[in-house]
């Protein structure tokens, strides 16, 4: 079955450290790819897409991803993340419009 | 421009009761999704409709689980009976149809049910 699968339930970082938040997906074809956050008590906001083209994404709030086709990885990085940061994390993929399928999302806790 | 507008944001009901929620797409969008959320995992899409028709509504328990969206506009989910299971968040998003595939879709702040 097609699917997008968000190897890390949890993971904590420094402020000011680095993030790399694993995603992977397991579709036929080349799948279209997003990263979604969600702050407690709101909808999910779009961090960024892919579809075609470059393979290294720019989303906003300093994000980026790389579609990685021979890992089948679709990771969200971040150079140095702040307490806003602090949320959940939701890859998500497909194939056709509107069949996204949502990975069960990493939480992410940032120390002072 | 207004985001995707939905209420209410909290509900608390008995088991069996009937419950309503509703959602106001982003104007244009044609197309909208309602989903579940449940805790600690990612949204389940429930129905799509592009318009005012349903192209999937697969994963619609339809025994107590109905929707409309009768203009093509706004819409409204409802569960009738309810179960203590269905407590979670229903989430509701729109986008507008990309001939390319996979819309981006745009999320409201969703919908927090409580069965007791």
């Known amino acids: 079955a097609q699917s997008v699968t968000q190897p890390d339930i949890h993971i904590t970082v420094s402020e000011g450290a680095s993030l790399e938040l694993r995603c992977n997906y397991s579709y036929g074809a080349t799948p279209y790819l997003f990263w979604y956050v969600q702050s407690p008590g709101q909808g999910l906001q779009l961090l960024l897409k892919y579809f075609s083209g470059d393979t290294l994404v720019q989303g906003i709030k300093g994000f980026e991803a790389e579609f990685k086709r021979s890992q089948s990885s679709f990771n969200l990085r971040k150079p140095s993340v702040h307490w806003s940061d602090a949320a959940e994390y939701f890859c998500a993929g497909g194939t056709n419009a509107g069949k996204s399928t949502f990975g069960d999302g990493t939480t992410l806790t940032v120390k002072p | 421009e207004a985001g995707v507008v939905q209420s209410p944001r909290y509900k608390i009901i008995e088991k069996k009761q009937p419950v309503a929620f509703w959602c106001n797409p982003i104007s244009g969008h044609n197309t909208l999704y309602w989903y579940l959320q449940n805790l600690g995992q990612g949204p389940e899409l429930l129905i799509r409709?592009?318009?005012?028709?349903?192209?999937?509504d697969s994963q619609l328990p339809k025994d107590r689980f109905s929707a409309e969206r009768l203009k093509g506009v706004d819409s409204t989910l409802k569960i009738q009976p309810a179960e203590l299971g269905d407590s979670a968040v229903y989430l509701c998003?729109?986008?507008?149809?990309?001939?390319?595939?996979?819309?981006?879709?745009?999320f409201g702040p969703g919908t927090r049910l409580t069965v007791l």
């Open positions: 998003a729109s986008s507008l149809s990309n001939p390319e595939g996979a819309d981006t879709q745009y």
């Open positions: 409709y592009e318009n005012e028709e349903a192209v999937d």
